[in-house]
C-alpha cells in the first residue's frame, strides 16, 4: 500500500483532560517521549491522535488527518499534476507526525509525511501493531465528495470499499483504517444548528462493545469529568442524533468525548 492514514488531529480546550479520556476508554497509550504541558499524543498502534491545545482564534474540534506515504515526491507530483492549484507547506520541526501539509479542492486540510523524515519521533516511530480496540474510520463531511474521492484515491491509492446501493457516502481503505467522504448540505441541518463542512467524527472499533460500555459507564460514574456530552436531547439533539444514526454506514454507537468530539463505535 503506497499511503496509510497515521494520524487525527483533535484542537481541545482541555487537552490533558482529553488524553485521559482516550486512554481510559479506549486504552489508548501515550508516547515514551511525551512532556508535561505541551500537546498531547496517543494512539492505537497504528493511529496517533494529536490532542492539541486552543490558542486564540482557533476553534476547538475536530481539525484534520494525516496520511504517511511511501514516496512524498511521487505524492506531491501526482498532485501536482492534476491539481496543480493546491498549495502546501512545510510545518516546523518540533511536529512529529506531520512534514507538509496541504488541503484538498474543497479546503480539507492533511498532513502528508514519510518515514524517515527528520521530524519523525515518538508515537509514530513506536506505533507497531494493534490491540483489540483501534481507530477504525475518520470521517468528513464535504461539498464535492465524488471529486475529493477520486482525488484521494488517485494519489494515495486508498481503496474504494464495497457500499449498500443507494449509499452516498465513499469507504477509501488504506488496509486498516477507512477515510469516509460524506456529503454536506445544509438543508440537512433544517431541524437543527448548522454545522460547517469538515471533519466530523472518529470511529473505533472494538470486540466487545457490552464490556466497553460496562467499563465507560465506571468511569464516568466515578470521574463526571470525563463524561462525554449527551446526544439527542430536546427536538434539536434529536434531529441531529437522527442525522448522526443515518449518515454513516459504519455506525453502531456513537457517544462523545469529554470535549465533545463525536466519535461512532463499532464491534469487530
Known amino acids: 500500500m503506497f499511503a496509510k492514514l497515521n494520524h487525527v488531529a483533535i484542537v481541545s480546550e482541555n487537552f490533558p483532560k482529553a488524553a485521559q479520556f482516550y486512554q481510559a476508554v479506549f486504552g489508548m497509550k501515550t508516547s ?58 512545510k510545518r516546523p520541526g518540533n511536529r512529529p507526525f506531520a512534514g507538509i501539509t496541504t488541503h484538498d479542492m474543497d479546503g480539507n486540510v492533511f498532513d502528508i509525511s514519510q518515514r524517515d523524515m527528520e521530524n519523525r519521533r ?30 484521494y484515491h488517485e494519489v494515495f491509492e486508498l481503496q474504494p470499499r464495497n457500499k449498500q446501493p443507494g449509499d452516498p457516502n465513499h469507504y477509501l481503505t488504506d488496509g486498516h483504517v477507512t477515510l469516509v467522504i460524506m456529503p454536506w448540505d445544509i438543508t440537512d441541518y433544517a431541524k437543527s444548528s448548522i454545522i460547517p463542512a469538515g471533519m466530523e467524527h472518529i470511529g473505533f472499533t472494538l470486540a466487545d462493545y457490552a464490556a466497553f460500555k460496562e467499563r465507560a459507564d465506571r468511569l464516568f460514574a466515578a470521574n463526571p469529568l470525563m463524561a462525554p456530552l449527551p446526544i439527542g436531547g430536546g427536538p434539536e439533539g434529536q434531529a441531529r442524533l437522527e442525522r448522526i444514526r443515518s449518515g454513516c454506514a459504519l455506525y453502531q454507537h456513537h457517544l462523545t468525548d469529554c470535549d465533545g468530539i463525536l466519535l461512532s463505535v463499532a464491534e469487530k
Not at 60 to 79: K, P, Q, S, Y
Request: proline share 6%; hydrophobic share 35%; charged share 25%.
Open 32 to 89: 515514551s517521549g511525551a512532556e508535561p504541558g505541551k500537546a498531547v499524543t496517543v494512539g492505537d498502534g497504528y493511529v496517533g491522535l494529536n490532542i492539541n491545545p486552543r490558542y486564540a482564534g482557533r476553534p476547538a474540534h475536530l481539525d484534520h488527518f494525516g496520511i504517511e506515504v511511501e514516496d512524498t515526491a511521487l505524492a506531491f507530483d501526482r498532485l501536482e499534476r492534476k491539481y496543480p492549484r493546491l498549495k502546501r507547506v
Open 122 to 151: 515518538d508515537m509514530y516511530v513506536e506505533n507497531a501493531g494493534v490491540g483489540e480496540c483501534y481507530i477504525s474510520h475518520v470521517a468528513l463531511k464535504t461539498m464535492n465528495p465524488d471529486d475529493i474521492a477520486e482525488m
